[in-house]
């Protein structure tokens, strides 16, 4: 039973481009987070996708915005990269929008040059 | 705002040691949940314990054990007998009534080092 997938695993983009990242949820889960974690510090909220909508969304700026399948598959885009961009980010995936807790992926790590 | 503060940056013992990793957390929500997470180096969040702010019973599972201790705002967890494995980031977490719903809200992490 395959967990959380994510891709790619590393990145580098250069400041101003756009980035795409993806997320595939564990088996039987339809609900996707996705957290940014600068080095040295604890994993930040950015949003939260269920039934393809947009639930719930932490401190992040417009550029940040997602998108998930009818497959329960997720995407998360940045525009306009800045150097402070640069972060793992982790994709979790749960049931019913975490009521038995969350699953991580390994990420993706996001460097902006 | 929900604030989750882990204090120690990093801790090093020697393996058999006991460690204490302490968390102390901030929410106005009446009813919330906590939870830690271990971070090894290859990335991802292993979950740990999910705690609901209604049952303070302490856990204990295996050499793992947790202390609840509402009146303090404190989660803190406790290694007994460590071993090298159990080298990692571990990161403490609050989430608010909707389980984790609304997001979680993590502690800055404690690296812990086990020596053989």
């Known amino acids: 039973d395959a967990g959380v997938t994510q891709s790619p695993t590393h990145l580098i983009k250069t400041r101003g481009q756009q980035v795409t990242l993806r997320c595939s949820p564990k088996?039987?889960?339809?609900?996707v987070s996705w957290y940014q974690q600068a080095l040295g510090q604890g994993p930040q909220f950015i949003f939260q996708?269920?039934?393809?909508?947009?639930?719930q969304r932490g401190n992040f700026p417009d550029r940040f915005s997602g998108h998930q399948f009818p497959n329960y598959s997720s995407e998360l885009n940045v525009n306009a990269l800045l150097l402070g961009d640069s972060a793992l980010y982790l994709c979790a995936s749960s049931f019913s929008r975490g009521l038995n807790g969350y699953t991580f992926g390994s990420g993706t790590r996001l460097t902006v040059v | 705002a929900q604030k989750v503060t882990q204090a120690q940056t990093e801790i090093s013992v020697v393996e058999k040691e006991d460690v204490t990793l302490d968390c102390v957390y901030e929410t106005r929500d009446t009813t919330y949940y906590l939870f830690w997470y271990k971070q090894p180096p290859s990335g991802e969040l292993v979950f740990l314990i999910r705690r609901n702010s209604f049952d303070e019973q302490n856990e204990i599972s295996g050499r793992y054990s947790w202390n609840f201790q509402k009146s303090t705002s404190s989660f803190n967890f406790t290694i007994t007998a460590s071993q090298v494995v159990d080298s990692a980031v571990y990161f403490c977490a609050l989430s608010g009534s909707g389980g984790g719903a609304d997001g979680l809200t993590f502690g800055k992490g404690t690296h812990l080092i086990i020596q053989p």
């Open positions: 088996s039987g889960h339809d609900t």
């Open positions: 996708y269920y039934e393809e909508e947009e639930r």
